[in-house]
């Protein structure tokens, strides 16, 4: 892991400080965080003093963020949230005529429920037991908008359209209607925490590509974290905002390396084990946070996942295609598939002895399992790397 990568240490700061802010606020973070960055532009020369400098200022510009939105909180809203509600009003407004075309073309009862979930991050439909039965699956995260539905619809976009562009000079115009497409997607489904995290680190990512330059994901992650927290700091109490950004952490930090390290295997046997790794460390990372907020512990997450994931992409891509062009034979083979999803997630639940509850785990466990893992991928960190020198 290289630790040099300055906008991930920066961040982690910037979560310490709205942390710190969050207990005791106070205006005098924000002079703080004024004072350090003159501190750090006077230094320049100086690398020992501005890197102090600059850890000081990621750190009270987390504590001011958290302050001002803590002492300067009212129930008055500005021009600027008026119109952020209005946007979102007609975006929920449109998102639910979409759900209304499925359903003049015959989907109906769970199926629609589902597959407006799946699409629109459209949840109110779904019956109690469906939810809790995604959720004893460990399989809560496929109806939470998140990378993975937004890395279809991206994967449609760049097999049609970007694939064919990106070699050519005509490429940059490419970029506005990607750009204008994530977004969209992100408006449309009312900004949820772990699509607006996919849409900035894909964001990025589009712009390396055409620009055919590298950008370390560890970055992007952190970058995602950064708007996200800067324009609410709330949502770093947030479950959702919480979870997400630790599976992708963990993804990044445990299975890409190992991924990197052991490629061969992973080539041979790519189809099998690349979702059995990723659905690992996601699970391996969100473990003790379920345990602290849920009491419970899916022990066949890693199983069902590589069953589920491939249905839900399925309606995913079946759900769109209903959309852009109404045929019958579409809409009776998403319902179809749905059907044979929540068949499925029915018959896995009805297991005995998959999933444990009833744990309860104080804060300062988890704290400390969090501990131990950080300890641990550093310790594999390091090991590949003496290995690769060896």
């Not at 990106?166 to 490429?171: D, E, G, V």
């Not at 399925?314 to 209903?322: D, E, F, K, M, R």
Request: aromatic residues 10%.
């Amino acid at each position: 892991m290289n630790l040099r990568l300055p906008l991930v240490w920066g961040t982690g700061l910037f979560l310490l400080g709205l942390l710190l802010a969050d207990r005791w606020p106070s205006l005098w973070f924000v002079a703080a965080a004024v004072l350090a960055l003159v501190v750090q532009t006077l230094s320049l020369r100086h690398p020992r003093t501005s890197l102090c400098a600059a850890a000081f200022f990621w750190l009270m510009l987390g504590a001011g963020r958290m302050s001002l939105q803590r002492l300067w909180q009212d129930d008055a809203r500005g021009p600027l949230s008026t119109l952020y509600q209005n946007i979102s009003d007609n975006a929920r407004l449109h998102a639910g005529r979409l759900v209304q075309r499925l359903q003049a073309q015959g989907l109906d009862e769970e199926p629609l429920a589902l597959t407006a979930a799946m699409l629109m991050g459209q949840r109110s439909g779904l019956s109690r037991e469906t939810r809790h039965e995604f959720s004893d699956a460990g399989t809560a995260h496929l109806l939470a908008l998140s990378g993975m539905h937004l890395g279809v619809l991206y994967g449609l976009m760049h097999l049609l359209f970007l694939r064919w562009v990106r070699p050519t000079r005509w490429r940059w115009h490419a970029l506005p209607l990607m750009l204008a497409a994530i977004w969209g997607y992100a408006l449309l489904t009312g900004f949820p925490v772990s699509l607006v995290r996919a849409s900035v680190m894909l964001s990025v990512m589009t712009i390396g590509s055409l620009a055919e330059r590298g950008v370390p994901s560890l970055h992007t992650l952190s970058l995602a974290a950064l708007v996200i927290l800067l324009c609410s700091p709330d949502a770093v109490m947030d479950v959702g905002f919480q979870l997400s950004f630790l599976s992708v952490l963990f993804i990044l930090t445990l299975y890409v390396p190992v991924l990197q390290r052991y490629h061969r295997l992973f080539s041979g046997w790519g189809l099998l084990l690349r979702p059995i790794g990723v659905s690992l460390a996601a699970q391996i990372g969100t473990a003790p946070l379920c345990l602290y907020y849920f009491h419970s512990l899916p022990l066949g997450a890693v199983a069902i996942n590589l069953l589920m994931v491939p249905l839900t992409t399925a309606i995913i891509y079946l759900g769109v295609a209903a959309l852009v062009w109404p045929a019958t034979m579409l809409v009776s083979l998403l319902a179809d598939v749905v059907k044979a999803e929540l068949w499925l997630i029915k018959g896995w639940t009805a297991l005995p002895h998959l999933t444990i509850h009833d744990i309860y785990v104080p804060r300062l466990m988890v704290l400390l399992l969090y501990a131990l893992l950080l300890c641990a991928i550093l310790r594999l960190h390091l090991q590949l790397k003496d290995d690769d020198f060896a």
